[in-house]
């Protein structure tokens, strides 16, 4: 009993002992200040700003595509015959080669007949003529040996009278002179010929099969004249020009020499873009497709301001400056922004930039430039 006393007393004076040491240590620990916790410095880079004229080179991502592109429709009805290249995709032809020949004989036949039949109506009234307008009936009788059937209608003589021109329509002259103008005209529909150097980008009907009016045939896009489509910022646009030369350059790294054609006047609502474009007449030997992107260079253009990183511009108007350790939000005009930096001004000459992204502007931090 005596044995569990003592040592219940032994327990209580270590327990004792033990609060008293702790108490003493921590009273005897030096805290940190408050001074010293906020003492935090952080260095930052800058520059000192200087107003200067600044080249910069405009340079934007263009796509070529074919300068001209037209769909073929028939005019006419009849079996496609073949031309004077394949009636095929990808098959490429001249300026002035016949892409599609359509059955014409019947028409041919039909024109024939209409210009044997007005021989017979001049006939007719050439004796009439000669008694009731002699001063006129030289042209008449000119115009009748002129007419062949196998060649194109010789001009209409001129009618120098409101008599003449009733004796004529009276005789169904005028009707049908114009009537075989209008088959002769219509003949040349059976034939499609190529109005420039290209290729057939999609072909829809085969050789031997009945096209009728309006029925897409192909599509053929021009290969000796291409345009590059470039969407520009329209912040870029003032320092575009119609008629200014610029630079393409290739995948491969070859530059070639285009023009500005034409420049839109509003904003392509899917890219918030103007778009430009370019006329470029590729070589024999060029290796460009149709398609491919290229990278664009428009000349440069110099402005007066102050290039910093693009990251260092916040919400597109402001920069840091740096002022007694301080950070100062200020507001400048962004003249021009570049892929990875930006021209700016309303900044004065000689202040410090900050020229590196600030995560946070802490009014607690000296801030140093580095």
Request: hydrophobic residues 40%; aromatic residues 8%; charged residues 25%.
């Amino acid at each position: 009993m005596k044995k569990n006393i003592l040592y219940g007393i032994i327990g209580l004076s270590i327990i004792i002992i033990s609060f008293v040491v702790s108490g003493y240590i921590i009273k005897s620990k030096k805290l940190p200040t408050k001074e010293n916790s906020q003492q935090n410095s952080v260095f930052i880079k800058v520059e000192k700003a200087s107003l200067n004229e600044i080249s910069s080179e405009l340079t934007y991502r263009g796509r070529i595509t074919a300068f001209d592109q037209i769909s073929l429709a028939s005019e006419v009805q009849g079996k496609i015959m073949k031309g004077d290249v394949r009636f095929k995709t990808g098959e490429s032809f001249k300026k002035g080669d016949v892409l599609i020949n359509i059955y014409k004989e019947d028409a041919v036949a039909l024109l024939k007949s209409g210009k044997s039949s007005f021989l017979q109506i001049l006939s007719n009234i050439l004796p009439d003529t000669k008694i009731d307008f002699p001063s006129e009936y030289e042209k008449w009788n000119k115009f009748f040996h002129a007419v062949d059937v196998e060649k194109s209608l010789p001009e209409l003589p001129k009618i120098n009278s409101d008599k003449e021109k009733i004796y004529l329509a009276a005789n169904n002259v005028l009707s049908n002179f114009y009537q075989l103008q209008k088959q002769q005209i219509n003949l040349k529909r059976y034939t499609i010929i190529a109005p420039f150097d290209g290729a057939f980008k999609i072909v829809n009907k085969e050789i031997g099969a009945i096209s009728s009016p309006g029925a897409e045939l192909a599509t053929i896009v021009r290969t000796d004249k291409l345009e590059v489509t470039v969407p520009v910022f329209p912040s870029d646009i003032k320092f575009i020009k119609k008629g200014d030369n610029v630079l393409i350059v290739t995948s491969e790294g070859d530059i070639k020499n285009a023009k500005i054609s034409r420049l839109a006047n509003f904003v392509d609502e899917t890219n918030q873009s103007v778009n430009v474009y370019l006329t470029y007449f590729p070589k024999p030997d060029d290796n460009i497709l149709q398609g491919e992107y290229v990278d664009v260079k428009f000349k440069g253009v110099k402005i007066k301001g102050f290039k910093i990183p693009r990251e260092a511009l916040v919400n597109d108007s402001y920069v840091y400056t740096l002022k007694e350790k301080k950070l100062v939000k200020t507001k400048v005009k962004t003249l021009r922004i570049l892929n990875d930096s930006c021209i700016i001004s309303g900044i004065d000459e000689g202040e410090n930039v900050v020229v590196e992204s600030i995560a946070t502007n802490n009014p607690n931090i000296n801030y140093l430039a580095r």
